[in-house]
């Protein structure tokens, strides 16, 4: 039964396309998170949602829009995608900030 | 903000011997210093954490030390196997819902 998951794992698309990634854990916890990571391996938070309510919003581009409709999910849609957006995407979880992080298996979004 | 830094970048040990990543941070208000594991192609796990009123914590062949004054803390790993080979994240977080700030990583090979 898995605690994080998320959905598509892989996700390969052209330049300008619409792109949605879903998140959801199973775990009761109260915040959420996305966080990239670049071909360098450097994670970086993006977004943080503590009981469906926006904590942080790293310097991201307004083209990502996260949405959490109840605290177990957290959802990512990407408009207008670009070559730099590629990446892997990890969803995570914690009972409260900063605590431990329950990551997802992560998406690679690969932009041509 | 906080900026974590991490060195090395690459480490090669022989199996058996030890192994040192050390990690500084830049906010002296960060009182909350995880380490994370990323094994190839895997989610981030946490393997040990430590809070700024402890100097010193172990776990089995896992130990972190601490030192507010230098702002610096140190994974160590004891009789290295090959399954400790990964990227090794040292991270750096103030309580009451802060973010957690990862350092760039430090790739382990065990070699056997």
């Known amino acids: 039964d898995t605690a994080v998951s998320q959905t598509p794992k892989y996700l390969v698309t052209q330049m300008g396309n619409d792109k949605s990634i879903k998140c959801e854990q199973n775990?009761?916890?109260?915040?959420m998170y996305w966080y990239k990571q670049d071909s360098k391996k450097f994670l970086k938070i993006m977004f943080s949602?503590?009981?469906?309510?926006?904590?942080i919003n790293e310097t991201v581009p307004n083209r990502f829009s996260p949405k959490s409709p109840d605290k177990a999910h957290l959802n990512l849609h990407i408009n207008s995608l670009e070559l730099g957006d590629s990446a892997v995407y990890f969803c995570?979880?914690?009972?409260?900030?900063?605590?431990?992080?329950?990551f997802g298996s992560g998406t690679q979004l690969s932009v041509l | 903000g906080e900026n974590v830094e991490q060195h090395p970048s690459t480490l090669s040990v022989q199996e058996g011997d030890s192994a040192v990543i050390k990690c500084t941070y830049s906010?002296?208000?960060?009182?909350?210093f995880p380490w994370y594991k990323q094994e190839l192609g895997k989610r981030p796990q946490l393997i040990i954490d430590i809070r700024s009123n402890v100097g010193e914590k172990k776990d089995q062949r896992i130990a972190v030390t601490l030192n507010k004054t230098a702002k610096h803390f140190s994974l160590h790993i004891t009789e290295t196997q090959p399954e400790d080979s990964a990227v090794y994240f040292c991270?750096?977080?103030?309580?009451?819902?802060?973010?957690?700030?990862f350092g760039p990583g430090t790739s382990l090979s065990v070699i056997p």
């Open positions: 775990l009761g916890h109260d915040t």
């Open positions: 949602y503590n009981n469906k309510e926006l904590i």
């Open positions: 995570a979880s914690s009972q409260r900030m900063p605590e431990k992080l329950f």
């Open positions: 906010d002296s208000a960060s009182n909350y």
């Open positions: 991270a750096a977080s103030k309580t009451s819902y802060d973010k957690v700030i």
